[in-house]
């Protein structure tokens, strides 16, 4: 038996990540340049003798937000378009599961930049949930810290601490 390990996956790179915009429930895209590092990823730790072994794999938790969704099938794990019904951000959280599992064509071919075949597939439960999904931002939704910083300071308010302050409307 296999001890049971648990991976965290944060999303690959986005406009705003790469310019400091704080995002929490803003729907951005993968750039192409995350989407290509997320490849390069699921290539060095997604496989047989790798870290992630997909089909030792039980359950995902996948945010709603389409880059984690992109990010999770970019990786390698033989689960994405058409082999799990991903839902539209927005839409009630469900938990998919392909009919024979998400195992990808026999023939290992690469289907929109995902490697696929029986031995990258998983067959763990695809769950899309609110529950892993990013911290809500609420005012501070796509505003650099600098920004909040200059906003504090007209409001007389000191340094700006997540923990202790939190986001208003968030």
Not at 29 to 43: C, Q, V, W, Y
Not at 119 to 129: N, S, W, Y
Request: aromatic share 6%; with cysteine; net charge negative.
């Amino acid at each position: 038996m296999t001890t049971p390990r648990v991976f965290i996956i944060r999303h690959g790179e986005t406009e705003w990540s790469l310019n400091g915009r704080h995002t929490g429930t803003s729907d951005i895209p993968l750039t192409a340049n995350g989407e290509k590092r997320i490849r390069a990823t699921g290539r060095a730790l997604v496989g047989d003798g790798r870290l992630i072994i997909p089909k030792n794999l039980a359950h995902i938790y996948v945010s709603p937000r389409k880059r984690a969704q992109r990010t999770v099938e970019l990786l390698g794990l033989g689960c994405g378009p058409g082999v799990i019904p991903w839902q539209a951000h927005g839409e009630l959280a469900e938990t998919n599961r392909g009919e024979k599992g998400a195992e990808g064509d026999e023939d290992g071919k690469v289907v929109e930049g995902v490697e696929a075949g029986p031995a990258r597939g998983t067959r763990a439960l695809v769950e899309v949930t609110e529950a892993v999904r990013e911290w809500d931002y609420g005012d501070y939704e796509g505003v650099t810290s600098k920004e909040i910083q200059e906003r504090r300071e007209k409001e007389g308010l000191g340094p700006w601490d997540i923990w202790r302050d939190g986001c208003p409307g968030g």
